[in-house]
């Protein structure tokens, strides 16, 4: 396992509520076990620029955000997160586990948001070092179970509405069909049956 997951740059994505940023400590946490050296962040944060970008992004104050405004700023979040945190840890050969990348503005801003999957990953290319993990794991879950999972306040992405979160599971899903590299995990199930499942298929795959 360490030979296979050191260096290695590894996402965990879906729509609110599939279960991401759980699963993303509960991996770490096993690669750790595994004695892989494995660090994790969030997409957007974990720098000083990129939690400003979050909290502007998040605010339900800022609900007159137009879609474009939200690709850009998550855009450069992201490009800073991979200078000042990701870019090191992966020459410093460890694991990195990230919760969200590329392929949640393609998803909401380029599916759901109606800006074009196409569009936000050519404007990727042009801002990103690299645009795409060595894994993505998308954890897919209907709306209903989703719903259930999210805290009474909702974020300003999270008040969206149904009918544009189901477009944003789709565009996760029509992605992965697109993209090497992908795997899809119904997240619908409990915690730990999730992450067995996630341990099996990363412990499988041939991807990395």
Known sequence: MKDKFSGKFIVLDGPDGCGKSTHSKLLIQWLKEQGVSTIGFRDPGNTDIGEKIRHILLNPEYDAMDTR?????????????????????????????????????????????????????????????????DLTIILNVDLKTASGRLKSQL????????????????????????????????AAADIETVHKKILQLISETSLI
């Not at 999270?158 to 119904?186: I, M, P, T």
Request: aromatic share 10%; hydrophobic share 40%.
């Open 69 to 133: 405004t939200e690709l850009l700023l998550y855009m450069a979040a992201r490009a800073q997160l991979w200078a000042e945190k990701i870019a090191p840890a992966l020459e410093a050969n460890q694991c990195v586990v990230l919760d969200r990348w590329l392929s949640s503005t393609c998803a909401y801003q380029g599916c759901a948001g109606g800006f074009g999957m196409e569009k936000v990953i050519k404007i990727a290319t042009d801002c990103l070092e690299r645009i795409w993990p």
């Open 155 to 186: 974020d300003r992405m999270e008040q969206k509405g149904d009918s544009y979160h189901q477009r944003v599971r789709e565009g996760f899903l029509q992605l992965a069909k697109q993209q090497e590299n992908f795997l899809v995990v119904d």
